[in-house]
């Protein structure tokens, strides 16, 4: 194994988790419920009653690259790795496993950890270890 | 008015958290893709968006709880609904694995996807567009497997 580290690349992490923990932490405290963005777009999605909460979440989510921008002047470098079959049958797979699992990386990964709950650790540990295989599989086993 | 205020709040934290996203490296597939892969030059910075948001979360979910255990509702007026926290099923499991395959392959979680689709990235377009099908999905795909 072969580790980068980058102290910048650290700090701005930690900085950026905390900003996602105090958003996710308003979410609760503020509204009563879970920021899982999982949760929120599929109920904007399959017609959940007081949706304007949803697209309102959502909207934001949507516009926060135009405040980062206005903020800091430009956006972070960004690369995708995968080709457009790869990115739908990943858009796919997430969308449905997501539903399923009722949650993703924000409702189990950071909300549920942050409440101790055992069922999104058991949800956070099967997506990152997925998560690491098929990494594994499509950038080392299969190329 | 209770409505559009809770509204305003939702599209605020909406913002903080994409903002949050942007800042982390979480919105970048490449960076996502350095994290997951281990056997490659591994770049664990990711860890820290997780620690530095549970970090935070932690002494405030619990605050959320405690209101929650004394029926005390949100500031908005509307209750505390947070989910249970036992339940660790088959669908719980293959689903996060489900996901997790797709994480690998694009390097996008669900909140990386809106943030980029929003920075006008178009294979974020591309990825959003089949979440919301893979979510829309669901329903048909859950009922048919529990028959």
């Not at chain 1, 777009?41 to 516009?63: C, E, M, S």
């Not at chain 1, 002047?73 to 995708?80: N, T």
């Not at chain 2, 939702?10 to 996502?32: E, H």
């Not at chain 2, 499991?93 to 929003?118: N, Q, T």
Request: hydrophobic fraction near 55%.
């Amino acid at each position: 194994m072969n580790i980068i580290w980058n102290p910048a690349a650290l700090l701005a992490a930690l900085a950026g988790g905390v900003l996602i923990g105090l958003a996710a932490a308003w979410m609760a405290l503020g509204l009563g419920r879970i920021a899982g963005i999982s949760g929120l777009l599929g109920g904007l999605v399959d017609g959940a009653p007081h949706r304007t909460v949803h697209a309102a979440f959502v909207g934001g989510l949507l516009l926060a690259p135009a405040l980062y921008l206005l903020l800091r002047g430009e956006l972070p470098a960004v690369k995708m790795m995968a080709d457009t079959p790869q990115l739908l049958l990943a858009g796919l797979l997430v969308g449905i496993g997501t539903r399923f699992a009722s949650g993703c990386t924000s409702g189990h990964g950071v909300c549920g950890l942050s409440r101790l709950s055992p069922r999104s650790l058991v949800a956070t540990l099967s997506f990152m270890g997925a998560g690491f295989a098929a990494v594994y599989l499509l950038r080392h086993l299969l190329v | 008015m209770k409505h559009r205020a809770q509204a305003g709040q939702a599209f605020a934290i909406g913002l903080l958290f994409g903002v949050g996203l942007l800042l982390s490296g979480m919105s970048n597939p490449q960076k996502v893709i350095g994290f997951l892969d281990l056997a490659g030059a591994w770049d664990p910075s990711l860890a820290l968006v997780m620690g530095g948001a549970i970090a935070v979360g932690l002494p405030l979910f619990r605050l959320a709880e405690s209101r929650s255990h004394r029926q005390l509702p949100s500031w908005s007026g509307a209750p505390i609904h947070l989910p249970g926290k036992s339940g660790i099923t088959p669908r719980l499991v293959l689903g996060s694995m489900l996901f997790g395959i797709g994480w690998g392959i694009a390097g996008i979680c669900p909140g990386p996807g809106l943030v980029l689709l929003g920075s006008l990235q178009w294979p974020g377009l591309l990825f959003v567009l089949a979440m919301v099908a893979g979510m829309l999905l669901f329903r048909p795909l859950d009922k048919a497997l529990s028959r």
